[in-house]
Each structure stands twice: as C-alpha cells, then as structure tokens.
C-alpha cells in the first residue's frame, strides 16, 4: 500500500518530537564522553535514533548463584561495551564465578579482547588458587590487568590495532569472599539486607590522587579530561595516554592498575550490580537498588529486569551503549503472591487512567494521540509505581491500554483517521512508521 504524502510528512515530524522527548534536553551529546575527538575526523558519534534492540544472556551455577544480563547500543553510533558471564570460573575453581563489563571507547577492539582473555591473565599469575589467600587473590588481579594491557601494548604497536580504551567493572566470587574489581567509570555494587553494602569508586581526572598521577606524568586537567580528551583516568589500552618513557606502567596519564577490594560474603547478601557509566550516568547505586529489589517480587527473569534498567536509563536521558549484569544469591528477593496482586492492581489504575484520557480526548473531538496519553500519565501522581522507576516500567501497559481503547473509538468512525496509522503501524507497508511507534514506545 502506498504511504500517503500526508503520512509521509507526520512521520517525519513525529520523528523529530520523539527525537527531542526521548532525549528530554538533559544534556547536550558529548557531555560525559569518555573520548573527546574532532566530530568530523571520526564520523558522528551519536545516532538520528536509538538501538533498541537488546542483547541479552543468563545462566547460574550449581552452588546458588544466578545472574541476567543486557546490553543495548541505544544513541551511540557503535556499540563498544562487551562482556563476560562465567557463574563457574574454571575447571580448577568450579565454585568460583566472574563477571565484568568493559566499556570501550575510541573503538571496540580493547573492550572484546579483555572479554575473551582477561580472565586468562589473571588466573595465568597463578594467584588464584582454591585455598584462597585473599592478598594473593588481589595480587593476582592486579598483574593480570597489568599483564594483558602490557600485551595488548606490544599487539598495538605491531599489530593493525585501533586507539580505542576500556574501562573495566569486574567481581570476582569465591566460597567466601566477593572481590570487586575497578579500572575506569564503570561500577559495582552489592545489596546486603536491602541496602548498598559496598560499592566501587570511578575513577576520574579531577580525583585529587589521579590528577597528582596525571599532573606527574606531564599531562593536565581540562575541562575534567586528560589534556582535554579523556574522561576516565585508568583504563585499559588508550596507548597513545601511556608513552611516557620514564614513568613506569601504573604511573602514565592513564593508568591500567585496579582498585581491588574483598568482602566476606554473608547469608544476607542479596544481589551484585555490575555495569557501565551508561547506566550510571542516569541513576545513582541507592536508587537502582531499590528498583531491582522491587523487581525482583514480581518477576524472576533477571534478563527482564536488566532490560528494564536499560529502558529506565535511556529514557531518564542516557546517550551511552548500557550494559549490565545482575547476580543473584540465595537471598535476593523471591516473587511472592502479595506483590503480583499490588502490580496487578497498579496496571489496572494505569488502564483505568488511560481509559480516562482517551475519553476526556474523544469529548473534544479530538483524536487520541499516544504521545499526548504518556506525557500527561508521566505528569500524574501513580501510588505504587516502582521505586526510582516511574510510570516508564509500565510502558507496555500502556501501550496494550492505548491499542485497546483507542480501537475501540475508531470501531465507531466512519473512516481511518490520520492517528490510527500510528496507533497500528502494521497497517502500513512502511518499515519507518513502525521504527517510529516502536520509538514512541520507549519514551516513557
């Protein structure tokens, strides 16, 4: 069927008011980048639309600990973030587990192969072991990292490598400690009896000891940013940030050393965190754990959940590729009868709600208009929406309450008005109006 000329310039305006809703004026692109370039040397680096479509894995292990992942390109022009899920780390350390996320700029090439091999480097110290020395662990983990960006060094200078970094987020779990493991911006935390236990610190040029390191090294802070380029100040690779010959490894503009730290693991551990300033740049550790447990009670897909993380993230205005991992021991919180009834009732105040606007609309001769039923939704006072998550968690509600309603106001029309293309763009042979109202979607 052909796209009528009318359509064709709704799209293209619908696009453009999505475009400014989903990014809500938070901040300008490039206000967190790690990686400052000339726009035009390196191509843009933000898209006209997000990625939204989601990489997501999840697993366990036979001594109770479970975990859910999920990544998502989002705004950027290249997905840069990779990952490792190991719930059994190795033969020798069946009951240990790893997980990570690298989050690359400048390129990929950095973050995927500290995803494939880090963990090699680490456990190649022969640090590691099953008793468990916990300084020898930690000793351990900093010469890998030390180790492979050595490596990688010696592989960039010889091989067709890219000038890319990566920041590093890793816990490593053993029968009885937890090890958080940090190179750059990306964060960790743990839930221990409903709260933050522990989390990791960023590392940033402005920290007082990274810019005394960097300011060592002949390098200066401007505008928070090595030289007026980096964002992070320790990171894997970033190469062309570690050619001072005279200052050792740990001591250039940018450093590869971790910060490591060991907590003994308790029966009221409930979940660990792991993801990349994507995540971060939008909601703070106390909030998104609050939201996790709160998820946790009605749903036991942790890939759902991280997905859902990552859609609050983009709509509260991150402009990054997000990743994140959540782990889950034997006291995370379990879904029970008495928080499935509260979600059911909230959804249906929600469809109730929409039914009302939908109504208030049609009495003035108006067409419904769903940009125009999530705003003003989003402008209500819901009691019991997700804590720190808002009326965005209950887009699909939404979304299935609009299509219901809206249906059934244009069952009683004459003819298809101009919105109910929008409302069901599978009427349309147009891959562009359904990108459009999948947008939509998600600017909740």
Known sequence: MEVPSFLRQLVKETEKLVTFFF?????????????????EDMGRPYLERPVLEKDTAEGGSKWGINYGM????????????????????????????YFAVYDGHAGRMVAH??????????????????????????????????????????????????HSGSTAAAVMISPRN??????????????????????????????????????????????????????????LGDFNFKEVEWRTQTEQLVSPEPEVYELERSPEDEFLVVACDGVWDAIGNEELCAFVRNRLQVCDDLREICTQVIDLCLYKGSLDNISITIICFDGAPKVTPEALQQEAELERVIEQKVAEIINVIR??????????????????????????????????????????????VRSHEPMVCMHAYMLKPYYINSSTVYLIFNTISRCL
């Not at 990014?23 to 726009?39: L, V």
């Open 23 to 39: 990014k809500g004026g938070r901040r300008e692109p490039g206000a967190d980048d790690e990686y400052f370039e000339n726009e």
């Open 70 to 97: 999920a990544s998502m390109q989002g705004w950027r022009a290249q997905m840069e973030d990779s990952h490792t899920c190991m719930p059994e780390m190795a033969d020798a350390l069946p009951d240990w587990s």
């Open 113 to 162: 192969y500290c995803s494939r091999h880090l963990l090699d480097f680490i456990l190649d110290t022969g640090c590691v072991t099953e008793d468990e020395d916990v300084d020898q662990v930690k000793d351990g983990i900093r010469d890998g990292f030390l180790n492979i960006d050595r490596h990688m060094h010696t592989l960039a200078r010889n091989e067709s490598w890219d």
């Open 178 to 235: 937890i090890y958080f493991i940090n190179c750059g911006d990306s964060r960790t935390f743990l839930c221990r009896d409903g709260q933050v236990a522990f989390y990791t610190e960023d590392h940033k040029p402005v920290n007082p000891r990274e810019k005394e390191r960097i300011q060592n090294a002949g390098g200066s802070v401007t505008l928070q940013r090595i030289n007026g380029s980096l964002a992070v100040s320790r990171a």
């Open 363 to 408: 009495s003035k001769d108006e067409e419904p208009d769903l940009l125009y039923v999530m705003k003003f939704l989003a402008s209500e006072n819901i009691p019991g929406l997700p804590p720190n998550g808002g009326i965005s968690c209950k887009k699909d509600c939404i979304i299935g309450a609009y299509q219901k309603y809206a249906a059934a």
